[in-house]
């Protein structure tokens, strides 16, 4: 697994306002996310151009995009809830969080 940026934040924001989970399952998932370990994947230059061609090709906020690149330079599957994400045909192999 890879964490960029603010995505422990995220994964509580999704959990919260979009699943609509109670507090103690949010706990369980945050720690079952720093259990995992993670690679800090790191803004650089190539991921920069990947997330910009991958927002160009998709419509992708460049936020979105960074993610979709990330997940391609690594590697890894792409965990998310996010529809558009999902739907991008700018994904690699992409995991939907939702049907969990």
Known sequence: MF????TVYEVVNVLIRRLKKPET????????????????CR???VLALEAARAASASGLSGYDA??????????VPLI??????IMSSASGTVL?????
Do not use: H
């Open 43 to 45: 803004v650089d230059e």
């Open 3 to 6: 964490i960029l940026d603010l």
């Open 80 to 85: 998310t809830a996010d529809r558009q994400i």
């Open 25 to 40: 399952e949010v706990e369980r998932a945050v720690r079952a996310l720093f259990a995992l370990g993670s690679i800090i």
């Open 96 to 100: 939907d969080l939702s049907l969990l």
């Open 66 to 75: 960074a993610y979709v690149a990330a997940s391609v330079i690594l590697g």
